[in-house]
Structures are given as C-alpha cells and as structure tokens.
C-alpha cells in the first residue's frame, strides 16, 4: 500500500517551533507507519506557512494530481485540521479520494474514513475545528477594534508617509514632503492628471523609485490617515500618530474628486478584453478607443492600449497601443492557417509533448500532466475560429475566451496561449488542464516596410516549426 504523508503549518514561526513544525508531525507519522504493516512512503507533501481555510496549496495540489494519477492508496495527517479547517473543503477533498480508491487517516484522532465510526468522529472533529477558526477570527476582529478606537494603526500596509516603530506610525520626512506636495497640488488644480506631471517633474517617486500613478493619488487624497485619523470597517477614531495635513486641507480637496457621472457606455467589438498583456512592461493592454472627424462624419476606432500608459504617461512604454481590428483579424486568421496545415501541427504538437518530459517552456501545465494530440489542438483552434464567425460579441468572447488563456504583444512578436482541455468525453478535476503556447515572430526581428506607411503587410504570413512567422504591424500610428 503506497503512503502519502500530508504536512501543514499555518505560519512560518509554527515552523520553526520544535512541537508544531512539520518535521515533527512527519515524525510521529512515520512512527506510527513503521507500528502497520504492507505500508510504503510514496512521498511526504509539506505545506510550511499556508492557511487551512482553503486548498489553495501548493504540496496538497501535487498530492491531489498523484492520487488522480493512481500513485496513492492511503493518505495520513496528523490531524484533520492539518488538512483543511473547512467542512466543506474536506468533504470535496474526501470525494476526490473515494472516487480514486485512496482512504485517509489521522493518527491523532485515530479513525480512518473506510468505516461508519471513523466518518462519524470524522464530521464531528471537523465541526469543532470549524468552530474554534470562527472563534479565532471573531477575537481578531474584535482585537482589531479596540486597537482602532485606541489610535492603533491595523492594516499591514503602512500608509506612504509613514513608517512604523514599535506597532506606531511615525512620520517619514521625504515621503510626507510629497504628501503635502499632493494635496496642496491638487487643491490649485482640481486635477490628477497636473499633480502627477508636477511630481514628475520635481523628481518625486514612490518607494520603488517609480513616478506615483494617478490610481495612487486618488487613493492618497481619499485618505483621513494624514489628518492623525484611524478608520475601520467605516468608523473613524482619533489616532495617536502625528498628522501630516489640517483638517481643513484635506475637507477642501474632498468635494473636488467626487465620482463623477457615469458617462454612457461605449459598445466596443474587440474580442480580446483582458486577454492581451504588453510584453515590453508587463501590463495589460485594455481596451480603448478614439474619435476622428472628417468631412463632419465621426469615426470611432478601437484599439488594445497599454494600461502603463494610461496610468502614467506616454514614455513610460514604447508598445503604447494596438488597433483591435486587425489585432483580432491576424490572431484568427493564423490560428485558421494552423489548423489547415497537419504536417505543422504534428511537429508542433511532438515538440510541445517533448518539452513537457523536461523544462516544459511554452506552456504551463495546471492539472494532470497528458500528452498533447494534434486532433485536439486542431479541434480547440476550430472553436476559437468559429466562435469568431458568430454574430453576438458576448457568446463569441465568452468562447474565446475559455479556449485562450493570455495574448502577449510587442513590436515584434505576438504570443497566443491556448488553453489545452480534454475533449467532452474526458471529465477533468483542473479548470483548464493546461496552456500550449503559439507564438508570431518577425522573421528578421526589424520592422518591415510598409504598404502605404498606415498599414501593415499582413499578407506575407507564413508558418513554420515552433514559431509563427508574421511580419511586425500590427500597432498604429501613436494617438495624439
């Protein structure tokens, strides 16, 4: 019988303790293993600093993928809790073992889940693990407050413009010389926009060195921290630390960023919204549009811009903005090319699955590792194509986009990340399975020649093995 033994502290300090570590829960596992017989280690799975609230753990979901693969037979914690504090996370991760055969033991509560008694001390153990967690955190909020109403600063965050000393917030010169900044800018000018171009100007950065966006600034003026004020859960108390700005100033700047009315929804027909990230910065190229006038005939044109850009300024990244349309035409019309050429789809597929046996580059696998197949890959492309050809934009990106997982642009390449699931017949316990990676390179890396200096040459696609080849163009003239 093939051995799992499961492992977990909630704080990295419980690890480093000599009775609540995870080397000693695997001891007193391994004792009472050598006391059975027929019972061999497959592996020991240890979480060191994860929460019991949820299954969110690394080591519990490689053990999970073992035990669907038919690699464990019986799983031992030291305790239930040790695996989850939730009925409702046991119950599932109890199912998922019966449905492959596997059992669970604690040696501490001494049942295991194959007999009537042993479900019965099961549910009952878990119902009073559930009910000291929601004790716990009913002491913590309640600690919480009183620290509030005594002046005490919570959050783990400390504002910017402070600094923290023995559990108080002390003021940090240079930042609340911005601070200050902020605030008196913004009450001359009744804009964000101005604040973070005087900022910028004047060489004052955040903590990472980096100019303070204009989210920030929001979020700063919105603040009662720098007046010596705590809020919590709605309610503001007279805090203990010193404040940096009057009450009167930060009363003055309150009615000046008032949300403003919402304006009409602009309809936008990219079919990529969230998915395309700039590979230059990282960021995520939201959808945009802008306006043109000619002959008194407006004409809108959208397009997938930076979010760098638009949180800062127009030199922070080069990439800057995408036309949509041809963006989402190009992407489509190669995947088309793809599924039409077999002899690349075999090729690709043999060196997807042969990476996946060593640095696996090109795709992240989230569930059970299986080979990739060209008939499923071929089959998923010809969804995303068809669901392209449908006339309503929401079932059409809802398709999309449970088949893409992620689109990375620059200049010179594009990058489309396919999420690889297993066809209808196949029941998997993961979300999405895995993610194959396409990618659209330029053959030399340069900017090709244009046609007519507006748009590119797209025409010129070709395909070969691991990359699809596609010249640079995609990205318009930079908005004014």
Known sequence: MKIAIYTRVSTDTQADKEFNSCEAQENKIRSFIASQENMEIHKVYSDQGYTGANINRPALMEMLHAIQQGKIDLVISYKIDRLTRSPKDFYQLIEVFEKHNANFISITERFDTSTPSGRLLRNIMLTFAQFERELISERTRDKMLERAKKGLWNSG???????????????????????????????STASTSEVYKNLKLKGLYNRQGLPISQEEIRKILKRIVYTGKI??????????????????????????????????????????????????????????????????????????????????????????????????????????????????????????????????????????????????????????????????????????????????????????????????????????????????????????????????????????????????????????
């Open 157 to 187: 965050h400390t504002p910017f413009g402070y600094k923290r000393e023995n559990k108080k917030l002390i003021i940090e010169p240079s930042e609340a010389k911005i601070i200050r900044n902020i605030f008196d800018d913004y009450l």
């Open 231 to 480: 809020e919590y859960k709605g309610s503001v108390y007279q805090g203990i630390h010193e404040p940096i700005i009057s009450h009167e100033l930060f009363n003055a700047v309150q009615p000046l960023h008032k949300e403003r009315p919402k304006k009409s929804k602009v309809f936008n027909y990219s079919i990529f919204p969230g998915m395309v990230h700039c590979q230059e910065c990282g960021s995520i190229m939201s959808a945009s549009f802008s306006n043109k006038v000619k002959d008194n005939q407006r004409t809108r044109y959208f397009y997938y811009r930076c979010s760098s850009v638009t949180k800062r300024d127009l030199s922070f990244c080069s990439t800057r903005v995408v036309s949509a349309d041809r963006l989402d035409s190009h992407v489509i019309n190669e995947l088309a090319k793809i599924s039409a050429n077999k002899q690349y789809l075999e090729s690709l597929i043999f060196t997807l699955n042969y990476q996946q046996q060593g640095s696996q580059q090109g795709f992240e696998p989230q569930g059970v590792a299986s080979p990739y197949t060209p008939e499923r890959v071929k089959e998923i492309i010809q969804i995303i194509t068809n669901a392209y050809k449908l006339p309503g934009k929401n079932e059409k990106e809802l398709i999309i986009k449970r088949h893409i997982k992620q689109i990375n642009y620059s200049k010179d390449n594009v990058e489309v990340m396919i999420n690889y699931v297993g066809n209808s017949a196949e029941k998997l316990n993961t979300a999405d399975g895995s993610a194959a990676c396409l990618c659209r390179r330029s053959k030399t890396g340069r900017r090709p020649p244009l046609n007519n200096g507006k748009t590119a040459d797209l025409e010129k696609s070709t395909v070969r093995l691991e990359k699809l080849i596609a010249p640079r163009g995609f990205e318009p003239r930079p908005l004014a």
